[in-house]
């Protein structure tokens, strides 16, 4: 099938490529008559921002808000657009290219090598670079062999692209598609400022007497694995500054960069940060140079707020500037207070993640959520959905692989609502597959499920491809249709329940876990008791329960009818109790078997053992050498378990 529609395409591409191809110069003489920078990959870029005055996008709205995710591409602070570019014979070739990418069938970078007619952009994967809109609109422009000015025209009007979309025009020499790969954002355009009136800034970090002295940071991480992500991004671009890790001999007190990555879900967020920060601000006070760094959902949720509370703050970064610490501190050195907490797109890495793990590493697919649960804060800390390239997410991961990686985990706050939000869609099954089929990449996981986008190709894709791992994260927050409706969950207690029996059909091995919330606003003893039936149920190898803790900006919050405290932990204790012994009960059945595990480290508490997981993510430990196993899959005959680990035999 695939061949097959390869072949049309390349025969309806071949007419275009004999009367185009006369009309292209080469990338060499659009060097010479270029009017912007370019270097020699080619890639166009001024740093002049050049603000289009859009007109109002047709899109549907985000469920239940009136916000509109693609409203934010036309914010003023873009300065330049990264494309790439296929160029087809006619309509009816792009929109079976069209089709193509759409079904995950084909990449975009694949249709540029293979079938474009451009002769520029075709060795270069499609590749046309940073194109800055400022004199679009002149005819003699470097890009006129790959983009008309027809075109570029359209582009610069076009408001309707995010970062990944695929948008398709015609030109007189036929159709091109084109690809929104990045945006650059001018970042100092959308943050506050504020001149600081005392002068114990980040440069001031440095000690005149002693300039050359090495500075280190600490960096504190709470919360989710986004978060854990986020700071190995935030350590790779301090130390792209040659700012290093403070050793661990060494204490908290002596660091020049101090940065706190928070975690806003449940309550106390907010004393926790100024309890963790205030010693520093104490050494700031009395004269000592530090950089003081909040950052994660605290950071942008609170805001300005923070500098109010605690004036020694240099830096309030909300996640999704996390990219953008190394720029964002250039702010800080320059002797002012930034608040970066104006929703943004993500933009791509510039600077390498500094991961903690040598054989596991996280690869973020999509950000931000765009559901609206009653009782959650992350849709206003993370921001809308935004889904990277599957190109990108391709491209890092082969990336890992090459510097010996072994398993990536993907991660999205709904991880299997990936693609819905790009042009044309993509869907995560897609996805699964073909970060599944990368050659050398062990191990494939994913987190965190939503069950209203978990789709019986999901539970395929995981069961057909050897290297997605058995394991599922869904969370269900109650077994109570009431209570579901009420949280604004978008599934029922049955559909959830189809979901799992899906997966214990296809793959009765699966490892299964979940998150739960209990006393929500008005849940009775017997919604409550309605969620450990579900739970009896299915059994799970592990559920993260929680108590409800009223969060502000949630709606939720505001309800008159909250559970007491008492009730709440009486619940907890309940289904804390029931959970323990179902853990223990799945991981008990395991002994006497036989696992594949994939060796991680070595186990602190006994330096003889070693863990890794199985496929189904069940933590294992055996007697080995790290210097020899580290990194390989191996097989552990199952000796014993625990309530949250097995032990083994290296067979
Ligand atoms: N996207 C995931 C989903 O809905 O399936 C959940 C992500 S959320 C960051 C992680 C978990 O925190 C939720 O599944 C929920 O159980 C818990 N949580 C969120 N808000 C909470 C609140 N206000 N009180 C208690 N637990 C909360
Ligand atoms: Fe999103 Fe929070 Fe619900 S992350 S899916 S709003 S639990």
Known sequence: MRLHLFARILLLCAAVSNITTDAFISPASILSRSKLHLSSDFTLYSKTPTPSTPPTPSYPTLRGTSTDSRQIVSQTSTSAYRLRHVLLASESAAEEVMTLLKNGKLLFTEVARTFSACEITRSKDGEVGWFDFSGHDVSDHPLDPILPLSIRSELAVSTSMKPGDIEMFTSERGVHLI?????????????????????????????????????YYTLETMGCQMNIADSERMSGQLQNLNILPLPPTSPSSSADVVVLNTCSIRDHAEQKVYSYIGPHAKRKRSGESVSIIVAGCVAEQEGEQLLRRCPEVDLVLGPQYANRLGDLLEDVNNGNQVVATEPEFIIEDITKPKRDNKVCAWVNIIYGCNERCAFCIVPSTRGVEQSRTAESILEECKGLVQEGYKEVTLLGQNIDAYGRDLSPKRK???????????????????????????????????????????????PFQSGSDKVLREMGRGHTRRKYLNIIEKIRRKIPEAGITADVIVGFPGETEGEFEDTLKLMEEVKFDNVNTAAYSPRPNTPAAEWTNQVDDDVKNERLQRINKLNLQHAKERRARMVGGFEKVLVESRNVKNPKQVFGRTGGGYVVYFEGEIGELEGKIVDVKITASSTYSLTGELC
């Open 179 to 215: 690809q929104l790969v990045d945006v650059m954002v001018d970042v100092s355009a959308k943050t506050k400022t504020r001149q600081r009136s005392d002068a114990n800034t980040w440069s001031t970090a440095v000690d005149p007497s002693n300039p050359k002295k090495q500075l």
């Open 428 to 474: 995560f099954s897609d996805l699964l597959s073909m970060i599944g089929s990368i050659p050398g990449l062990e191990r494939v996981r994913f987190v965190t499920s939503h069950p209203r986008y978990m789709s019986d190709g999901v539970v395929d894709a995981v069961a057909d491809c050897e290297s997605v791992c058995n394991s599922f994260h869904i």
